[in-house]
């Protein structure tokens, strides 16, 4: 739901964005379409995928089912050949570009001993390269045009040093976004182009999202962000640039107050999960009387905080009722092992084997190898299965520890939801 009516002023003008297929990417090339615009959709997916929505192909489809002119290119922002043509294809259909997005992302929220070298060059080659190659071979283009906007998707330069402890070659990756920003807003003013920043306050509802975690209750439409990329590409160049601007405060500039239509779940829009890389003014101001640890905030609630009192615990008890409602139907759905590392006042090993047979948790390490291993204090382990606390908050607020594969750990979420009217 878009709540910034089009004004026209994209008309006519060409935009390349890279991962343009679906998610944020796709939603800034729909808000263009209805002006008239034309979009250069340069992303992978030329093929279905199995299990997230959306090609360069049905992409160019719903932009022309819109009024706008689209031109689906298969495109590796990793392959300087591949960009490159695309941007000639675009030239020889739309005669120029005016407007380039960099939104083609790779993510891995993963400590330094747990990124693979595989996995660490596909971050900086897709975000921090990707995104300085397509600008350096739009460059050209952009010159000849009368309204030349850059805008990447990505972060405030935030030095804060835990933004760089919990995922430190993400951090680098995204930060490597917006180093371009900072560099080229500069570089790029006598030929009045506007390089500019845009990152969402908080978590955005894209079909990746909702494959991860199985829960965007507590996000945003993908809207939130499209009409204030709008908002920013409607600017005149010459004037707005080297801004890293937040999602919620554009429209905010703009004079829509209530956003709460934005929310996937209105009753939600007053806990909604905080996006990475922001330092919540709540959360500084009670850092000030806590222990620094126990108030980052990433993907968590916006509401205030409370320590809770320290809870009795009662692990064996937790475990005892957990082991009466799995069920072969729940080993169907998760097929993970998990293992329990609980510190704190009842240390010890525990697990739960929902992969094998029909199911079954205890004390001690699982008979065979875990496939994620989860450690934390034993009160967040408590509220976490008595669905007082999600895993994914508990991880992005550094709660919870998470060696292993990262995404059936976050299945366990999908499993609270069947656990917490039990127990």
């Known amino acids: 739901m878009s709540l910034v009516a089009n004004t026209g002023k994209l008309a006519g003008r060409t935009l390349f964005i890279t ?13 263009a379409a209805k002006d008239g615009a034309n979009v250069v959709i340069a992303a992978k997916t030329a093929e279905p995928h199995p299990k997230l929505p959306g090609t360069i192909y049905t992409a160019a489809e719903e932009i022309e089912a819109l009024g706008g002119k689209a031109l689906p290119c298969i495109v590796d922002v990793r392959d300087e050949k591949q960009v490159q043509n695309a941007i000639d294809e675009a030239v020889k259909k739309f005669n120029g570009i005016d407007i380039l997005v960099n939104n ?30 397509a600008s350096k071979l739009c460059l050209p283009l952009l010159k000849n045009s009368d309204h030349a906007h850059i805008l990447n998707l990505s972060p405030p330069l935030n030095m804060n040093p835990y933004w760089f402890s919990i995922h430190v070659a993400y951090t680098m990756a995204k930060y490597g976004m917006s180093m371009c920003v900072l560099g080229m807003s500069e570089e790029f003013k006598s030929f009045n182009i506007g390089v500019n920043a845009l990152w969402p306050k908080t978590a955005i509802a894209t079909a990746a999202i909702e494959m991860l975690t199985g829960d965007t209750s507590t996000s945003r439409k993908p809207e939130i962000v499209s009409d204030a990329a709008y908002i920013m590409l409607s600017q005149d160049p010459k004037k707005y640039t080297g801004n890293f601007a937040i999602d919620e405060d554009v429209l905010k500039e703009h004079g829509i107050k209530d956003l709460t239509p934005y929310a996937c779940d209105p009753k939600n829009a007053d806990k909604l999960l905080l996006d990475g890389f922001l330092d919540d003014p709540a959360a500084i101001r009670h850092h000030q009387t806590v ?98 606390l999600k895993p994914t908050t508990a991880f992005m607020m550094g709660k919870l520890k998470i060696n292993g594969d990262l995404q059936k750990a976050m299945k366990l979420e999908k499993m609270m939801k069947s656990l917490k009217t039990k127990i």
């Open 19 to 31: 991962g343009a297929s679906r998610g944020i990417g796709k939603a800034i090339a729909l808000k």
């Open 291 to 388: 222990s620094t640890a126990s108030l980052r905030r990433y993907h968590t609630t916006a509401v205030n905080h409370q320590e809770k009192n320290e809870s009795k615990g009662e692990i064996p008890e937790l475990f005892a009722t957990i082991s009466k409602v799995i069920t072969p139907e729940l080993v169907k759905k998760t097929q993970a092992i998990y293992q329990f590392n609980v510190k704190g006042k009842e240390e010890g090993v525990w697990h739960i084997d929902l992969k094998n047979g029909d199911g079954t948790c205890g004390q001690g390490e699982p008979k065979n190898p875990p496939d994620a291993t989860l450690t934390m204090d034993s009160t967040n382990f408590a509220e976490m299965f008595a669905g007082k």
């Open 104 to 133: 083609a992302s790779a993510i891995s929220l993963t400590g330094t001993a747990q990124t693979d070298m595989k996995r660490y060059d596909l971050m900086h080659n897709i975000n921090t390269r990707g995104t300085f190659l």
